[in-house]
Nanobody
Framework: QVHLVESGGGLVQPGGSLRLSCTAS????????MGWYRQAPGKERELVAS???????NYSDSVKGRFFISRDNAKNTVILQMNGLKPDDTAVYFC?????????WGQGTQVTVSS
């Protein structure tokens, strides 16, 4: 497994933007899939966006056109650019990395969208 450290969460007004970053360290090996999940109070954790090592991306319908995921394989980093934020985007956002040995999770970073 790898150690994932997230940064970039915070409080933002509706319509604003935030950029989340996640860096993997430790036994990084061949990390195939990296992504972001989120969990709002009282709800299940859900996929926000993911990106393969070959840069193929997948987004949940709720964030398509507003959020953009990217990665730097050399730096083992994945970025989530969030634009047009809505109150419904409020949640704890978790970084995820998948290797053949299984998934690893970050500790989470809080994103709050409120006026």
């Amino acid at each position: 497994q790898v150690h994932l450290v997230e940064s970039g969460g915070g409080l933002v007004q509706p319509g604003g933007s935030l950029r989340l970053s996640c860096t993997a360290s430790g036994s990084v090996g061949l990390i195939n899939l990296m992504g972001w999940y989120r969990q709002a109070p009282g709800k299940e954790r859900e996929l926000v966006a993911s990106i393969t090592r070959a840069y193929y991306t997948n987004y949940s319908d709720s964030v398509k056109g507003r959020f953009f995921i990217s990665r730097d394989n050399a730096k083992n980093t994945v970025i989530l650019q969030m634009n047009g934020l809505k109150p419904d985007d409020t949640a704890v956002y978790f970084c995820n990395a998948v290797q053949l040995s299984g998934p690893s999770w970050g500790q989470g970073t809080q994103v709050t969208v409120s006026s």
